[in-house]
């Protein structure tokens, strides 16, 4: 079962940004939460993940609670291309072994982007 | 980066026949998965093909329904044996490596199957 909890839907205005939530309250203290989209019609593609400090990459920003219950996906400026589902996931270390590199997806968020 | 190739991308299929589908990266990688996504829903694990051994399932995914073959570090087949309409889903192809690639998990653009 997935770890996580996030809203079903949401609507961001284009040009704005998109703060997509995600409760993880019961995440171990080695499990990192990851961010997938899913674009209508293709595969899941990964966006960005963190442990516990906050993380920007070309795509989007991720920044995680103190206490590392829950996390918010920040899309600084939305464009009707990232009109997706988003997917927060919560994934052990890669030193785990094999079940490490395993996907658990709950039911995500979809976004919607508006003209 | 790796890129991932799904044949066919879809297929209508009758009743109590078997579709295989394949899965080729365009790079050696050390994980291979595949998943199901029935309509509407988020993506379900199938199993892990392992190379040169027998693929490993998750809890209500059997071998007889679901044969997997791994032959190499690039390609990968699943067969949906026996379909019945409730077989009807996209299935997707996924690959992982160890080292720098280990965080990102690529993922193939699915088979959409029908099953009437």
């Known amino acids: 079962d997935a770890k996580t909890t996030q809203p079903t839907s949401m609507d961001c205005a284009e040009g704005r940004a998109a703060n997509l939530p995600c409760n993880h309250s019961t995440i171990s203290g080695n499990e990192y939460v990851y961010w997938y989209r899913q674009i209508h019609s293709q595969g899941p593609q990964y966006i960005i993940h963190g442990l516990k400090n906050n993380e920007t990459n070309e795509m989007a920003s991720l920044i995680i609670t103190e206490d590392r219950k829950s996390s918010t996906l920040i899309l600084p400026h939305a464009t009707l291309r990232d009109t997706a589902v988003y997917y927060c996931i919560v994934r052990p270390p890669r030193r785990s072994g094999a079940g490490s590199y395993q996907l658990t997806f709950g039911k995500g968020t979809k976004l919607s982007v508006i003209p | 980066s790796a890129v991932i190739s799904q044949k066919p991308s879809r297929d209508i299929c009758q009743r109590g026949t078997s579709l295989t589908i394949q899965c080729q990266v365009d790079?050696?990688?050390?994980?291979m998965f595949w998943y199901r996504q029935q309509p509407g829903q988020s993506l379900t694990l199938i199993a892990t093909a392992n190379q040169g051994s027998e693929a490993t399932y998750e809890s209500g995914f059997v071998i007889d329904k679901f044969p997997i073959s791994r032959p190499n570090l690039t390609f990968s087949t699943l067969t949906v044996s026996n379909m019945s309409p409730e077989d009807s889903s996209i299935y997707l192809c996924s690959a992982a490596s160890g080292g720098a690639s280990y965080n990102e998990q690529f993922f193939g653009p699915g088979t959409r199957l029908t099953v009437l």
């Open positions: 790079s050696q990688v050390t994980m």
